[in-house]
């Protein structure tokens, strides 16, 4: 069999062996002729090609594209509802940490270096929060306890876990409450009123208003004709906004800081009735807060408070009256709270002044059992009885005893108050 010769491929035509394009004319088997491009049959897909269409050869790179484009979105949207069931859980958990508000309050002393967990375990302990593991998380959410202060605190159930953390911070902006101390209340009243408020609790503003270190600081005078046993007296009647769970020594400050303005004012406005009674009976700012606090509890009628200091003022002066006993129960019914446990007559004291209370010597508040002031003032007096005892009437009165609607019957001679008190005897009796 023979060989076909191969056809060179000079610039992609094929030619014979003498270089002529070869039609096939002489017979021979050659390659059919292409059709000019301009001949070119339009076939769909090139129609399609040629009004801009990609073929779904050149789209297929798109595809993995798009894919990811959507995982990753999916991805996104997980990872937002993931950390909104997150926020959703914590939020629940730190509502179930309050616990029920009862009304109850909590007077702790906070330690110090506790940390979220201690702090959350001590607070469930006391009954302040429902979820120790809730108010724990809470703690460590929103900054630890490093900002916390040691020391005595007031608490109380229904607090939100935020408002914990503002009290035992002490935060500035925590809620406040407006205390008013209406005049006559004595330093045990104003302590209840704290507590009840949830400004300071009441044992430990008693125990700062009779610290004798904190009354030195406050300047409070410890000499005298009466030593200091407390702040009473010079925690001045007035209303005050003040801070929930604030410190007691704060508090107390801020009271006798009220007291040190009034009391120079006061003596400002009574400079030679201050002068007469240091020059008299060796009185200073502790002794006319004694007497003032004990004709606050007297009197009833704004007018009669400088008649009651003219008796009182006359029975430490009047050499007739040599007694010199003030005679009034309000002062013996201050000893049975302030000091029961010295005198056997305030055991299941009633609260009412009876012949034994008063008459007690072991009670050494009572005015009818010793002469002279008391150790101290018994109630926290405002300034129109201490304006009384700076400037009082010129009387010569040496009694007086009560006569219905706030008033009282004075007397000069102990004849005219007997007729007085009868008098009033007859008109109550039944």
Known sequence: ????????????????????????????????????????????????????????????????RARRGRALLLGLAGVIAAGCAALLALVFGFGRARAPDRGRVVELNWPDGLDAGEAAALLAAEGLVESERAMALYLGATGGTEAFVPGPHLLFEGATPRELRQLLARA?????????????????DIAARLEKLRIAGRKTFLAATADGAFLDALG???????GAESAEGYLFPATYEL??????????RRLVAESDRRWSALAAQSKDGLAALRATLGWGRREVLTLASIIEKEAVVEEERPLIASVFLNRLLDPSFRSRRLQS????????????????????????????????????????????????PISN?????????????????????????????????????????????????P
């Open 243 to 252: 801070a929930l769970d604030s410190d007691a020594r704060d508090v107390a």
């Open 1 to 64: 069999m023979g060989v076909r010769p191969r056809a060179s491929r000079p610039g992609n035509r094929r030619t014979g062996g003498d270089g002529n394009r070869r039609t096939g004319g002489d017979g021979a088997q050659g390659s059919p002729p292409r059709e000019p491009p301009s001949t070119r049959k339009a076939t769909p897909a090139r129609r399609a090609r040629g009004a801009g269409q990609r073929s779904p050869a050149s789209r297929r790179p798109a595809q993995p």
């Open 172 to 188: 500035e902006g925590r809620p406040t409450a407006k205390l008013t101390i209406p005049e006559g209340f004595s330093r045990f």
């Open 329 to 376: 129960d309000a002062t013996a019914l201050y000893g049975c709270v302030a000091w029961p446990e010295e005198a056997p007559s305030c055991a299941g004291w009633s609260g009412k002044a009876t012949p034994a209370v008063v008459r007690d010597p072991k009670n050494r508040y009572s005015t009818y059992a010793h002469p002279g002031l008391p150790p101290g």
């Open 381 to 429: 007096p405002g300034a129109p009885s201490i304006a009384a005892v700076l400037a009082p009437a010129a009387t010569k009165y040496l009694y007086f005893v009560a006569a219905g609607g706030g008033r009282h019957r004075f007397s000069e001679s102990l004849d005219d108050h007997n007729d007085a008190v009868q008098k009033r005897r007859d008109a109550t009796a």
């Open 220 to 226: 409070i005078e410890r000499g005298g004709a009466v």
